[in-house]
């Protein structure tokens, strides 16, 4: 099992004088509603992205990287001027856009040392990642009335640049941040326009009246002996006493994990997130030694791209994915063969798939007034090794990483292509001292049996 332990270091990092970019032309001022996905209570957090570039010697040192990407941010927020606006909040909770021109804050930056003290490959776990990140909290708490668009270029010594950026996730999910972002580098690279022109729609996901769920939605369910305060072992650690690894699946691992499915039958197939998933989240549970008959949870998202009838337009960029939750007994999980917590996988990623199960959420939604999601014994996880954030081009090529960073409550997937040119994905993990290396041995004991 190939795994990189990720040191504590840290950057030296200075930052000019912020400041707002609003959208190159004129842009409507109107007030856009928002669809009850998007208005969840869960959502209400800045997502976090971060891109690595290589120093490009063809351009010089006079074609300036956080030039381009300003002004082709500028462009691009004509096309998506909604994301130049502000959220508003209105009776019991629910928000609009007023889309007021206002614009998006940026920051360009200079760190002291070269791209490759960050690693090679650089791939996250990132200690550091908070100073390549613009520090939103300067603007004030929340995300009512406050930019919804944060972004700051940091140049290294060696000429490359990072690109990080912060979006609120009410506005956008990863589909909609790719789509955004591409749409920001296609105007950086000279196009007239983007390829991809942006589609608001959001009330092809309003809730019914009245609102109906046909489906259970676990995220928002109590575990019975449990409270909300009952959190997973590792969001209740500080982070400075926690251990960071990346763990690399490429093709030999995957490979190793198949013959795990041999016995499923009908539930044979099964995707390279549901193989992973499963031995993480198996493992994960053994090393953190929880009591035989507590329930726990592994939570992630899927897009309902795709799923639903008729389907969304093309150009969308809301939300538009829901939550899955496979949950076990943590005594029957950790002592199952592998193929247990494979088959809990699927079947969670099933039930979310269901064709109105995206419509169940909006209602639940409503109905419920927007509740909090339950994160109690829960491992939180979410695959962006597909969405494309790493072929987002601003005129410097394809990045060395692009996804989002590890921010130590949510475990992300992503992905980059080795030496050899095979795609190898990476798990990042934080977990106590003694844990981790009960979590490494699980680990290779799938991969080696």
């Given at each position: 099992?190939?795994?990189?332990?990720?040191?504590?270091?840290?950057?030296?990092?200075?930052?000019?004088?912020?400041?707002?970019?609003?959208?190159?032309?004129?842009?409507?001022?109107?007030?856009?509603?928002?669809?009850?996905i998007?208005?969840?209570?869960?959502l209400?957090?800045?997502?976090?992205?971060?891109?690595?570039?290589?120093a490009?010697?063809?351009?010089?040192?006079?074609?300036n990287?956080?030039?381009?990407?300003?002004v082709?941010?500028?462009k691009?927020?004509?096309?998506?001027?909604?994301?130049?606006?502000?959220?508003?909040e209105?009776?019991?909770?629910?928000?609009?856009?007023?889309?007021?021109?206002?614009?998006?804050?940026?920051?360009?930056?200079?760190?002291?040392?070269?791209?490759e003290?960050?690693?090679?490959?650089?791939?996250?776990?990132?200690p550091?990642?908070?100073?390549?990140?613009?520090?939103?909290?300067?603007?004030?708490?929340?995300?009512?009335?406050?930019?919804l668009?944060?972004?700051?270029?940091?140049?290294?010594?060696?000429?490359?640049?990072?690109?990080?950026?912060?979006?609120?996730?009410?506005?956008?999910?990863?589909?909609?941040?790719?789509?955004?972002?591409?749409?920001?580098?296609?105007?950086?690279?000279?196009?007239?326009?983007?390829?991809?022109?942006?589609?608001?729609?959001?009330?092809?996901?309003?809730?019914?009246?009245?609102?109906?769920?046909?489906?259970?939605?676990?995220?928002?369910?109590?575990?019975?002996?449990?409270?909300?305060?009952?959190?997973?072992?590792?969001l209740?650690?500080?982070?400075?006493?926690?251990?960071?690894?990346?763990?690399?699946?490429?093709?030999?691992?995957?490979?190793?994990?198949?013959?795990?499915?041999?016995?499923?039958?009908?539930?044979?197939?099964?995707?390279r997130?549901?193989?992973?998933?499963?031995?993480?989240?198996?493992?994960?549970?053994?090393?953190?030694n929880?009591?035989?008959d507590?329930?726990?949870?592994?939570?992630f998202?899927?897009?309902?791209?795709?799923?639903?009838d008729?389907?969304?337009?093309?150009?969308f960029?809301?939300?538009?994915?829901?939550?899955?939750?496979a949950?076990?007994?943590?005594?029957?999980?950790?002592?199952?063969?592998?193929?247990?917590?494979l088959?809990?996988?699927?079947?969670?990623?099933?039930?979310?798939?269901?064709?109105?199960?995206?419509?169940?959420?909006?209602?639940?939604?409503?109905?419920?007034?927007?509740?909090?999601?339950?994160?109690a014994?829960?491992?939180l996880?979410?695959?962006?090794?597909?969405?494309?954030?790493?072929?987002?081009?601003?005129?410097?090529?394809?990045?060395?990483?692009?996804?989002?960073?590890?921010?130590?409550?949510?475990?992300?997937?992503?992905?980059?292509?080795?030496?050899?040119?095979?795609?190898?994905?990476?798990?990042?993990?934080?977990?106590?001292?003694?844990?981790?290396?009960?979590?490494?041995?699980?680990?290779?004991?799938?991969?080696?049996?």
């Amino acid at each position: 099992m190939k795994s990189i332990l990720r040191p504590n270091i840290s950057l030296n990092v200075r930052r000019s004088t912020p400041e707002v970019i609003a959208p190159s032309e004129p842009t409507p001022h109107e007030v856009k509603s928002m669809s009850d996905i998007d208005n969840q209570t869960p959502l209400k957090f800045y997502s976090p992205g971060v891109h690595f570039y290589c120093a490009d010697p063809s351009k010089g040192s006079e074609v300036n990287p956080a030039d381009v990407i300003k002004v082709a941010l500028a462009k691009a927020l004509v096309y998506y001027y909604p994301i130049a606006g502000r959220l508003r909040e209105q009776s019991q909770g629910k928000l609009v856009v007023d889309c007021t021109g206002e614009g998006a804050m940026f920051v360009e930056a200079h760190a002291d040392v070269n791209l490759e003290y960050l690693g090679d490959p650089i791939t996250p776990p990132f200690p550091f990642i908070d100073q390549l990140h613009f520090d939103s909290e300067l603007m004030g708490p929340g995300v009512v009335d406050q930019p919804l668009l944060y972004v700051q270029v940091t140049h290294f010594k060696c000429g490359g640049f990072s690109f990080a950026l912060k979006i609120c996730h009410i506005i956008a999910d990863a589909h909609g941040a790719v789509q955004f972002l591409t749409a920001i580098g296609e105007l950086a690279r000279g196009a007239d326009q983007p390829s991809v022109f942006p589609v608001w729609d959001r009330h092809l996901l309003l809730a019914r009246d009245p609102p109906a769920p046909t489906h259970i939605h676990r995220e928002f369910e109590p575990i019975e002996d449990a409270t909300q305060e009952d959190y997973d072992i590792v969001l209740k650690t500080p982070p400075a006493n926690l251990v960071y690894r990346s763990f690399l699946f490429g093709p030999e691992e995957i490979s190793a994990l198949l013959k795990y499915v041999q016995t499923l039958g009908s539930m044979s197939f099964v995707s390279r997130f549901d193989l992973i998933t499963a031995a993480v989240w198996r493992s994960r549970t053994i090393a953190l030694n929880y009591s035989p008959d507590s329930e726990i949870r592994v939570q992630f998202p899927v897009s309902s791209r795709g799923k639903m009838d008729p389907p969304l337009p093309t150009g969308f960029y809301g939300n538009a994915f829901a939550r899955a939750v496979a949950f076990s007994k943590a005594g029957i999980l950790s002592s199952s063969p592998l193929e247990y917590a494979l088959k809990l996988v699927k079947e969670a990623k099933a039930r979310a798939t269901a064709s109105d199960f995206l419509q169940s959420l909006a209602d639940l939604t409503v109905l419920r007034r927007r509740p909090e999601m339950m994160v109690a014994r829960t491992f939180l996880v979410s695959d962006v090794s597909r969405a494309g954030f790493q072929g987002v081009d601003f005129g410097w090529g394809e990045g060395m990483y692009g996804a989002k960073p590890f921010p130590w409550t949510v475990t992300f997937y992503s992905s980059f292509k080795n030496s050899v040119g095979e795609e190898v994905v990476v798990v990042p993990m934080s977990l106590p001292e003694q844990a981790m290396e009960t979590f490494k041995a699980e680990m290779e004991s799938l991969i080696q049996a």
